[in-house]
């Protein structure tokens, strides 16, 4: 072993990528699949994905799609043909967001579609609004990007939303990009349309971009609806990014196969840029996602009234714990209670400082694995993924009840 492959990994590594911090939410489940592993009954409301599995006519595309030698090869980098022109095709079925295929690219996973956008839009140095809660992966791919996200934090007060107020009190002549995510990771927040309508044409005035996230679009529940940002304010849509993907929709967030829609230009470069990095997402999966777009939406209403059962009954469950409050989410499926009520109170010879320190006890004592609110900017609160099975998200919530109210 050299010298310097001996010194830490901080001293050796770009600052670019050193940086970048684990994902929290991938780090929980590691966590509680290890306890798991050496026999602890754990039970995990960490993982953001659909506890179902793929639909068959899906896996089946896929399968046929192996055999075809045209699959076998190097594709174009911005996706195959036929599924951009199913992705615009059902951007305009879903929300009226009339979209060409030019318009479309399609990325390994929504992950890759975030980092695209504003690998797209930043220069260093230029300011990224981020509404708070936010998606951990943001601020990262933020940065990555050489932007600066700058945190815009709602609470439980406002449902989580952020107003126009907040966001022009943070703008800059610096500021170039807003995100905007509806319904929520992590919040399952839903912007009304006449919020959504405010923040489009805020940004419009002063010129802002806006990356506008609906992989959530379909899990919405009470009536909620999540209107599509450029369609509201049609005026902004040659300054937004609208990303997506099959992974939440279809249970498929193993397919990695995402997409980003924007003005033609911005595609083709995006385009220019993937073909340097990956050349083009998996033929097989592109093809499954293809069956996914292009067929029906049957799967994802089995799916959201299994969710929705399960919010009905976890948030009551979690509301009722002492010094716990949740508020109830209408999109995606988390729930996000404060624990606010609990820091610094004594459990088991211990004060939790914060929701860090408070969520290693509840995996420590109750053999329950949550995310705290830290990995999502606002410390004070656990979120709780309802993508599990019912049972257990009763007794995990009963188990975590319980050791919670020992706090005194
Ligand atoms: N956007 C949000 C808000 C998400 O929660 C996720 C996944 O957790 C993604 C995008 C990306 O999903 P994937 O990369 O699995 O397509």
């Excluded at 318009?103 to 980092?115: F, I, P």
């Excluded at 700058?150 to 126009?164: F, I, K, R």
């Amino acid at each position: 072993m050299t010298a310097s492959a001996s010194a830490p990994a901080s001293a050796r590594l770009s600052a670019r990528i050193g940086g970048i911090a684990e994902s929290a939410t991938l780090a929980v489940d590691a966590k509680a699949k290890a306890l798991k592993a050496q026999g602890r009954p754990v039970i995990g409301f960490g993982a953001g994905q659909p506890d179902f599995p793929t639909p068959g006519y899906i896996v089946e595309a896929a399968r046929e799609a192996c055999g075809q030698r045209a699959n076998h090869g190097y594709t174009g980098a911005a996706g195959l043909p036929e599924l951009r022109e199913a992705i615009a095709e059902k951007t305009r079925r879903d929300s009226g967001y009339a979209v060409e295929a030019s318009q479309v690219l399609v990325t390994n996973g929504g992950k890759q579609a975030v980092y695209s956008a504003f690998a797209a839009l930043c220069d260093p140095g230029d300011e990224v609004l981020l509404p708070a809660p936010y998606w951990t992966t943001y601020p990262e791919a933020i940065t990555l990007a050489g932007g600066v996200p700058v945190q815009v934090t709602a609470d439980e007060s406002t449902g989580y939303l952020v107003g126009v107020e907040q966001l022009e009190a943070a703008r800059t002549p610096r500021t170039k990009v807003l995100l905007f995510n509806s319904p929520s990771n992590p919040s399952g927040a839903v912007y009304p349309r006449d919020q959504v309508e405010a923040i489009g044409r805020w940004a419009a005035e002063h010129d802002i971009w806006v990356v506008t996230d609906e992989i959530y679009e379909h899990l919405l529940y009470d009536g909620a609806e999540a209107p599509s940002l450029p369609v509201v304010v049609p005026e902004i849509a040659d300054r937004t990014l609208v990303l997506n993907g099959v992974a939440k929709t279809y249970a498929m967030t193993g397919w990695r196969v995402g997409w980003v829609i924007g003005p033609d230009d911005i595609i083709k470069a995006l385009s220019n840029f993937q073909s340097h990095l990956c050349g083009n997402v998996s033929n097989v999966a592109q093809r499954a996602a293809l069956a996914a777009v292009a067929g029906p939406l049957d799967a994802v209403h089995e799916m959201h009234a299994a969710f929705d059962a399960r919010r009905r009954e976890i948030v009551p469950l979690l509301g009722d714990i002492p010094g716990v409050e949740c508020p109830t989410p209408q999109g995606a499926f988390y729930a996000y209670p404060s624990v606010k009520g609990l820091i610094g109170k004594e459990l088991r010879g211990q004060r939790p400082q914060n929701s860090v320190e408070l969520a290693a006890l509840v995996l420590e004592h109750a053999e329950v694995a949550v995310v705290p609110g830290e990995a999502f900017g606002t410390p004070g609160y656990f979120r709780l993924s309802y993508a599990l099975d019912a049972e257990d998200m009763v007794t995990g919530v009963q188990r975590m009840g319980e050791f919670l109210r020992e706090a005194e």
